[in-house]
């Protein structure tokens, strides 16, 4: 079943926020299942499997949306929407959950099971966007599952701690004062206010975090003519640490340098952060079971990618499972692909999740 699913969702990927077709299969694939699904946040969706309301309820997320590349996978059921396919594997999330919850529907378990098909996290605001609703009372653990090339096939591995980094897309614009370049000194150059902004970075990400994170510059953009001294400048960029403290203090330290810089030249600054997420943070005790009793690996090893999984954590223990798909094209690339074989071993741990009674880990 997983395997029918993918396929079709493979076919019509969607950006964040427009996952509308994506979304309709899902509600129309658990309505026809026996749920109730629920539409939040224009395209997310969640149902319920309710054993008893007195019992506490478990949390599993899936992520829909799709990325804005050209698929060259060479796939039979490759993207049917031009510029758009699901290089992140989100398509595979989603379906094997969808199996999972059909497998799992009408069962007696120990906990109560809310399934949430998420939008919009490869921009990193589809979780801040329906946490608040999707969020039930007596939650006790949440748990998400990721394809992850690099891991052995078939192979589960996560780590106690943090997974994932924090993701905060920077942006730094000056604003100065034009004029000639023959009389510069009349202006106020917002170009060499960026330069030296950028040149910073380095010295910012050691001071800030011992160089145990990344600040990133992708784009500088400055000026219209070769001879006028531009008077405005943005940058844009990325953060990414493993810890609320460096996230806190590498932001702290960029205000800081850019006021000196602006005072430098004159120039004025504006500083924006637009989405953004803290690090994914697994929940010991989840791990340590986890490991234990499904044979998952729990050496993986933290990456500076962002996951807005990590707002869940906020709420109850969490945990973000990697699911090995072996030494395929890597994730956000045109020719990636899900391995089909993995989908019924990602669907059965869902399903031993699922079964698991977590109340001595969770005491």
């Not at 309709?24 to 008893?52: C, E, F, M, Q, R």
């Not at 145990?212 to 400055?222: K, N, V």
Request: aromatic share 10%.
């Amino acid at each position: 079943m997983a395997l029918e699913h993918y396929k079709n969702l493979h076919k019509i990927p969607e950006i964040s926020e427009k996952e509308f077709k994506t979304s309709k299969y899902i509600y129309d694939t658990l309505a026809n299942i026996g749920y109730s699904p629920i539409v939040v946040g224009d395209t997310g969706v969640y149902a319920d499997l309710i054993t008893d309301k007195k019992l506490p309820w478990l949390l599993f997320r899936a992520d829909i949306d799709a990325l804005p590349i050209n698929e060259d996978s060479g796939l039979s059921y490759a993207s049917q929407n031009e510029g758009v396919m699901h290089a992140c594997g989100h398509d595979a999330h989603s379906a094997m959950l969808l199996a999972a919850a059909r497998e799992l529907y009408g069962k007696d378990l120990p906990y109560n099971i809310r399934f949430v098909f998420q939008p919009a996290e490869e921009t990193t605001t589809g979780a801040a966007k329906i946490i608040n609703t999707v969020i039930p009372n007596n939650l006790i653990a949440c748990f998400a599952m990721h394809v992850w090339p690099g891991v052995p096939f078939g192979q589960v591995a996560t780590k106690r701690g943090a997974l994932m980094a924090s993701s905060d897309f920077l942006k730094l614009k000056f604003y100065g004062k034009s004029s000639h370049c023959s009389c510069q000194e009349k202006g106020n150059n917002a170009l060499l206010s960026a330069v030296d902004m950028v040149s910073a970075f380095p010295d910012i990400n050691k001071n800030a975090t011992n160089n145990e994170a990344m600040l990133f510059c992708g784009s500088i953009h400055s000026g219209h003519l070769h001879n006028i001294v531009p008077d405005y400048s943005e940058i844009y960029g990325t953060i990414r640490t493993y810890s609320v403290e460096h996230r806190e203090g590498i932001k702290a330290l960029i205000e800081k340098t850019a006021h000196n810089i602006a005072n430098k030249y004159g120039t004025c600054p504006d500083i924006t952060y637009d989405g953004g997420c803290p690090p994914v943070y697994n929940n010991e005790k989840l791990v340590s079971a986890l490991a234990n009793n499904f044979g998952v690996q729990d050496n993986a090893t933290s990456t500076l990618a962002g996951e807005d999984f990590a707002l869940f954590g906020d709420y109850a223990p969490s945990c973000m499972l990697w699911l090995g798909i072996g030494d395929n094209p890597p994730l956000h690339n045109e020719k990636f692909f899900v391995p089909t074989d993995v989908l019924p071993i990602g669907t059965d741990l869902w399903l031993k999740i699922a079964n698991y009674n977590w109340g001595d880990e969770l005491s």
